[in-house]
């Protein structure tokens, strides 16, 4: 059994039956009240997230999640097919409304981790930084820099992001998932 003081970031439990991650907490007492443990936790089955202050009294039940590696097949028709590392043969698919919105950023073939509560999988993490091949950008202007001398372009898997004026069709780059921005260009 976990208690509000062991509710610290990354740590998963059961809420209302359902398996939750906690994204951060802080102890806070007040002046002749109770110490709560504010905190912000994720849903891993819907990915809502929530703000929730929890007593000493609370006690939780830890979540039992096991992770294995899927390899990302491909897309259609609002399906994402993946399979096991382990054995391609075994394939399934997850809804396009699983996924959170840096499903963008998967590229085919690449390898991400499912996480599993109860023997189904609840939810996907993909790597905090990819690397993907620039497809598409408009061309730089000579003294174009007085804004800030950045530019869309479109990545290998649709997605389009901010990057700067040095960055030509053909370059690989490094993206960060979480932020959905531009990290570095990658010597390919």
Known sequence: ??????????????????PYEVLTSQH?????????????????????VLDRNFQSSDNFEE???????????YSRRGEYWFAEKSDP????????EFLDDSRIFIKENSLVTALEFNAKIIS??????VDLKVTQAPPAVKGNTATGGTKQV??????????????DVGDVIRVN????????RVQA
């Open 124 to 129: 996907l993490e993909i790597p905090v930084k």
């Open 28 to 48: 806070v007492k007040m002046q002749q009240r109770r110490p709560v443990m504010q905190t912000r936790i994720k849903n891993l089955k819907t990915g809502k």
């Open 63 to 73: 979540a039992e999640l096991a992770k294995k590696e899927v390899r990302f097949l």
């Open 89 to 96: 043969r075994k394939r399934f698919f997850l809804p396009e």
């Open 154 to 167: 479109t990545l290998e898997t649709g997605a389009e992001i901010n990057v700067p004026l040095f960055v």
């Open 1 to 18: 059994m976990l208690t509000m003081n062991d509710l610290k970031p990354g740590t998963y439990f059961v809420f209302e039956g359902d």
């Open 177 to 184: 998932t979480r932020t959905k921005e531009y990290n570095e």
